[in-house]
């Protein structure tokens, strides 16, 4: 059993920063990516950025410039810095973990969503 646990989410003015935060917990191995989507009302899911062992980062061309994500293997976090956010970034974020779990099965693995509210 493997459970991912988000935070940071909130509402924000235009221009600003949030920083969020996910922890995969439970019979891990290795994870071998981590991530974030979302989802805006009325949307399909979407990503946001990731991050691959072996590979690194990959961004949704809609944040490039704007938001970094990062991850600390020894805390099996991953986190995403949102900066000079704007209303179209208003969505559910979502993180998402592929991992290999101790007796050898990959799953992946979804958080329950926080949500990011940009508005003035």
């Known amino acids: 059993q493997v459970q991912l646990g988000e935070s940071g989410g909130g509402l924000v003015q235009p221009g600003g920063s949030l920083r969020l935060s996910c922890v995969a917990s439970?019979?891990?191995?290795?994870?071998?990516?981590m991530g974030w989507y979302r989802q805006a009302p009325g949307k399909e899911r979407e990503l946001v950025a990731a991050?691959?062992?072996?590979?690194?980062?990959n961004y949704a061309d809609s944040v490039k410039g704007r938001f970094t994500i990062s991850r600390d293997n020894a805390q099996n976090t991953v986190y995403l810095q949102m900066n000079s956010l704007k209303p179209e970034d208003t969505a559910v974020y979502y993180c998402n973990a592929r991992v290999v779990t101790v007796i050898n099965r990959f799953l992946e693995v979804w958080g329950q969503g926080t949500l990011v509210t940009v508005s003035s």
């Open positions: 991050i691959t062992s072996g590979i690194g980062p």
């Open positions: 439970g019979s891990i191995f290795s994870i071998n990516a």
